[in-house]
């Protein structure tokens, strides 16, 4: 039986995309033949064919930079899609797949969808909250408001639109009331979550840990500041943070403004099993968001690491967050609040017997959303997709 073609677009290097690498293989795992077309980091092929899974790297770098390189580098993206589009049209794709952002590159796939392809828009993310909060915007900047409108049409233009949250689900929704919408969570792919720990140079020291892009909206400057006063009180206490981003150089010199430098440790990027082994040493998890109209519909796959790993969060109390996880399995702070971050810390720091119950309870509200699950959705999705005519 001839197998059915299906491709997945997403301006971000394949495979280091963990979630499109779960997606993509879960999908070859229900009898998908699978193409990625993604961006490339450099010295990656441009294709190759990874564990079964057809690859097309394009030549344009992920860049994060100002608006207009933002622009720039989407706009060539949205061409070169276009085009290996049309070149792949001898596969006759059943499906395709557009992994946001930018909400516009699901237009690339208008010939195809001609043809009779069914196209699922994949919102990762509120474009126009991203934007505005990124740099720095009212609602009703004429920016803002050309990029709700560019999403309202690409979610008409769907044959069905997938979000990671029930709060961005809503959102959706209100600007755009359509019925073809499912919540499919990002959670760990956990076949490549669990690793041996890695061997830290002072194991006496309480880890504080924090992984992913190093921005300002995701607060991570706020944890620094909350080690800050609680030094001299639990001065064993360290913050080790694995990523980059365009924060970096602002976070060191703020660390070096605290005296902190022998106490926040940032490594860049790791390869990913070295991160999930650092990861794994940590007594507590931090996803310490800063509320900005963006992160109140995030739902972070660091969270969900986290809990997999077993490790205890505190999180900023954000409507997203709390839509799946209580005071009984997450320790919440008020978001952006450094003082109530230092007081979450000491109190766990204090107590191992909250820490191992806000670790069981969050893993306990997990089960029901892990990968496994989510699975079944996400291929149920495409199953349904394939039965309209």
């Known amino acids: 039986m001839m197998m059915k073609s299906v491709c997945i677009m997403r301006f971000f290097p394949y495979p280091h995309d963990s979630h499109v690498r779960r997606d993509a293989e879960s999908l070859r795992d229900g009898g998908y033949d699978v193409d990625i077309i993604a961006s490339r980091f450099k010295g990656q092929k441009l294709r190759e064919n990874l564990d079964g899974i057809n690859i097309y790297r394009l030549p344009i770098a992920h860049k994060r930079g100002t608006k207009v390189e933002y622009i720039l580098h989407y706009f060539g993206f949205f061409i070169l899609c276009f085009i290996l589009s049309v070149l792949q049209l001898r596969k006759m794709y059943k499906v395709i797949e557009v992994d946001t952002m930018p909400d516009f590159l699901v237009f690339s796939t208008i010939i195809p969808k001609l043809l009779g392809a069914k196209i699922i828009l994949y919102l990762f993310e509120a474009m126009p909250e991203f934007f505005a909060a990124k740099f720095n915007l009212s609602r009703n900047n004429f920016a803002v408001k050309v990029l709700k409108v560019i999403e309202k049409i690409a979610v008409r233009y769907a044959d069905h639109v997938i979000t990671v949250n029930e709060s961005l689900k809503k959102l959706i929704r209100q600007r755009c009331p359509v019925k073809n919408v ?208």
Request: glycine letters at 6%.
């Open 182 to 389: 499912s919540v499919i969570l990002n959670v760990p792919y956990e076949k490549l979550l669990y690793c041996s720990k890695t061997t830290l140079e002072d194991n006496q020291k309480f880890l504080l840990v924090y992984h992913g892009t190093i921005s300002k909206r995701y607060g991570i400057q706020i944890a620094v500041r909350a080690l800050a006063h609680i030094q001299g009180v639990a001065d064993d206490i360290d913050l080790l943070i694995i990523g980059d981003g365009e924060y970096t150089g602002t976070l060191f010199s703020l660390i070096n403004e605290l005296s902190l430098m022998h106490r926040v440790h940032i490594t860049g990027w790791l390869p990913f099993n070295e991160m999930r082994a650092m990861l794994s040493n940590g007594q507590i998890g931090l996803v310490p968001f800063i509320r900005d109209g963006y992160t109140d519909f995030m739902l972070p796959n660091k969270l969900f690491e986290y809990i997999a790993l077993g490790i205890p969060v505190i999180a900023a109390r954000t409507n997203s967050i709390q839509d799946y996880f209580n005071d009984a399995s997450i320790m919440f702070f008020e978001p952006g609040n450094e003082e109530d971050l230092a007081r979450c810390i000491l109190e766990l720091y204090k107590n191992s017997i909250k820490r191992r119950t806000l670790a069981e309870n969050a893993y306990k509200i997990y089960q029901k959303y892990r990968w496994q699950n989510m699975k079944k959705v996400y291929q149920q999705v495409y199953e349904d997709l394939l039965s309209k005519k």
